[in-house]
């Protein structure tokens, strides 16, 4: 079996075309779940390799499976590959030439390690005892690339062995460069969009006794969503409410006869998360209800919480300490509260996702500009590790 060193070293001679495809990617994002280019430039980049290539049929997915010399289990390796609806002002010398569209999230960087493990693996087939699969979904980016992809049967990509592990990287400059974070349990959080109209009665802004005004009922409704998360959320399962989108009204001698909030729910737990929506919705219908209102409430369901499995978590700090030294493993503290879709797979088969420091080394992690910036910049000379490692968990999960 290829050892810690010799691995990094290969994922090291062959950084060059990796960061040859990334940039590629960068230049080109496409944003969503139908990404044509960027699916031709992977099936182009997977062309001279010793795999099975499907694409999907409602979105631009791929997925390729290298099958090792002896049969096995199935290992799941996955990479995001869309953009985001921003202009990069980047200044870089391979940025964006799509006005409007950004690889501000790395999702390039996601699809040129992946490619570049699959490449490191395909010389080592003799080694695997299964299969790999090789997961690159669009749409990360709230369109739930990753549900179509398990819909459309991705965990049983080779049917005589369907998935039994999966792993998964996201690139971030808030963690120093070449760094693998990870943590057991919840690493990401479940995220709901939630829309509350109120219907009042407008009327002149002289004699609101006449009208039902809707604007103090947002205004109550905003600070009691706030004192809801306080008083009845457990601070050991916690929940992140915020509104971030106010609208009624049109001038100041009118009393308006709807008014507008939007917001976000952020939650660890799928039961915190229900029930948080649940409070959301009934605070907005009671509070409008006390005063003579009615409130609509929609709730546009995100992502699940990512929870990491226990285990795999320990593998990957552990993997990643010999392979890249110790000081480049370290365990996160703290889950974020962003949201990813990796979380459809990671409830279906055990498995991790870690992040890969990326901060450029002349800027501080997390002051630097980070994920979703127009000004984004990832470290490239942190993409060997990432390589290495997603080629490490797959040739441990298959070493048979
Ligand atoms: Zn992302």
């Not at 915020?242 to 729910?265: C, D, K, Q, R």
């Amino acid at each position: 079996m290829t050892d810690d060193a010799t691995l990094l070293a290969a994922a090291r001679a062959d950084a060059a075309w990796v960061v040859d495809l990334r940039r590629r990617l960068h230049r080109r994002p496409e944003v969503g779940l139908q990404l044509p280019q960027t699916q031709a430039i992977v099936l182009e980049a997977l062309a001279g390799l010793p795999v099975e290539v499907t694409t999907g049929t409602s979105t631009s997915s791929v997925v390729a499976v290298l099958r090792g010399a002896r049969p096995g289990p199935t290992y799941l390796l996955r990479g995001d590959m869309d953009a985001l609806p921003l202009q990069e002002d980047t200044g870089l010398d391979f940025a964006s030439e799509i006005p409007g569209a950004m690889h501000a999230c790395g999702h390039d960087t996601h699809v040129a390690m992946l490619l570049g493990a699959a490449r490191l693996l395909a010389e080592r087939r003799d080694e695997l005892a299964g299969q790999v699969v090789f997961m690159v979904q669009p749409g990360e980016e709230g369109h739930h690339g990753a549900r179509y992809m398990l819909d459309e049967g991705l965990l049983d990509a080779v049917p005589e062995a369907p998935v039994s592990g999966a792993f998964a990287i996201h690139i971030s400059t808030s963690f120093p460069t070449g760094t693998i974070n990870v943590r057991p349990g919840p690493l990401m959080a479940a995220a709901d969009h939630f829309r509350i109209t109120l219907q009042g009665a407008g009327g002149h802004a002289s004699t609101p006794h006449v009208t039902a005004d809707p604007v103090p009922v947002a205004a109550e409704i905003v600070l009691a969503l706030q004192a809801m998360v306080t008083r009845r959320v457990d601070v050991f399962d916690p929940a992140v409410v915020t509104v971030g989108h106010i609208a009624a009204g049109t001038t100041n001698n009118i009393i308006p006869a709807t008014a507008f909030l939007e917001g976000t729910i952020r939650t660890l737990s799928a039961e915190r998360r229900a029930d948080v929506v649940a409070r959301v919705q009934r605070v907005a219908e009671k509070v409008a209800e006390a005063h003579e209102l009615t409130a609509v409430f929609e709730r546009v369901e995100g992502y699940p919480v990512t929870v990491n499995d226990s285990v795999v978590a320990g593998q990957v700090e552990a993997r990643a300490a010999a392979l890249l030294g110790t000081e480049a493993s370290v365990p996160m503290p703290d889950p974020l509260m962003g949201a990813e879709d990796f979380s459809y797979v990671l409830e279906r088969v055990p498995g991790a996702m870690a992040f890969l420091g990326a901060c450029p080394p002349d800027l501080v992690p997390g002051e630097s500009p980070g994920n979703h910036s127009n000004l984004v910049v990832f470290d490239e000379a942190a993409l060997p590790a990432g390589t290495a490692l997603y080629a490490r968990m797959a040739l441990d999960a298959l070493a048979g």
